[in-house]
């Protein structure tokens, strides 16, 4: 097998060491390396899956929507969200996946954020797409630079939501940040952190985020990206090879 995950940026990525881990693991031959793309380079990335040059692709920030808008066919869970996070060749054509939406509503209940608070989604792309539709049903307030964009988040997911100014806190909130924010040290608004419930950074880098350090700090419930690429990758991982992932392994080698 050949696989890669898309992006930019897309040197920080643990997903070559998880996935050549579970390749290994498993007994099936192949390779799974990083590939920085911009537009053009994913349009090329996803013809290579489409004439089997490419097994497959995950596929991270910026570049989840068009994914989706260049597929031949994707998941209600894609659909939905209108952003795709893994590829695969079936019959000739490309398929779409977000296994970001079950490992959300996987990650959420095992770090035991809570279930019925409202929802402050920071971020407007892929991610936060995928956010929306994991946790569709709750209270669900979207907020970004560009309000636009937040209103065009809620009408692209069909969410039943709202727009929240950037900046602005909503008391007892759990905060799911969607953007890149921490991923190079930085923290977020810390108006929006004061009067959260519960904090749910999909980013991941070397160490904590300081938005996780500071959360963990106020004895509120936590998840991180770590905990979600792993659930993400396992599920791509299945979608490739049709065998269960090891994860416990793809842990051990993030």
Not at 49 to 71: D, I, W
Not at 162 to 167: N, R
């Amino acid at each position: 097998m050949r696989l890669v995950v898309l992006g930019d940026p897309v040197d920080h990525s643990r997903s070559p060491a998880i996935h050549t881990a579970a390749l290994a693991a498993t007994g099936i031959e192949g390779t799974y390396t990083a590939r920085r793309v911009d537009e053009r380079g994913m349009a090329e990335a996803v013809s290579e899956v489409r004439y089997g040059r490419l097994s497959g692709a995950n596929v991270t920030m910026p570049h989840k929507q068009l994914a989706f808008e260049l597929c031949d066919r994707v998941s209600e869970s894609a659909l939905q969200s209108g952003a795709v996070n893994t590829l695969v060749r079936r019959g000739g054509e490309v398929w779409g996946y977000n296994t970001d939406v079950d490992g959300i509503r996987a990650v959420w209940a095992s770090n035991h954020l809570p279930a019925k608070a409202p929802v402050l989604i920071l971020g407007t792309g892929g991610a936060a797409a995928g956010a929306a539709t994991a946790l569709s049903g709750r209270t669900i307030l979207v907020s970004g630079r560009s309000e636009d964009a937040a209103r065009a988040l809620l009408r692209r997911t069909r969410t039943d939501g709202a727009v929240a100014p950037w900046d602005a806190p909503v008391e007892g909130a759990v905060v799911v940040n969607a953007t890149p924010l921490g991923m190079a040290g930085e923290t977020l608004p810390h108006e929006v952190l004061a009067v959260c419930s519960g904090l749910f950074d999909l980013t991941y880098g070397p160490g904590e985020s300081a938005a996780v350090q500071w959360a963990r700090g106020q004895g509120l419930p936590v998840a991180d990206g770590q905990a979600l690429l792993i659930a993400q990758a396992a599920a791509s991982f299945e979608i490739w090879t049709g065998v269960a992932a090891p994860v416990s392994i793809m842990q051990d080698a993030f």
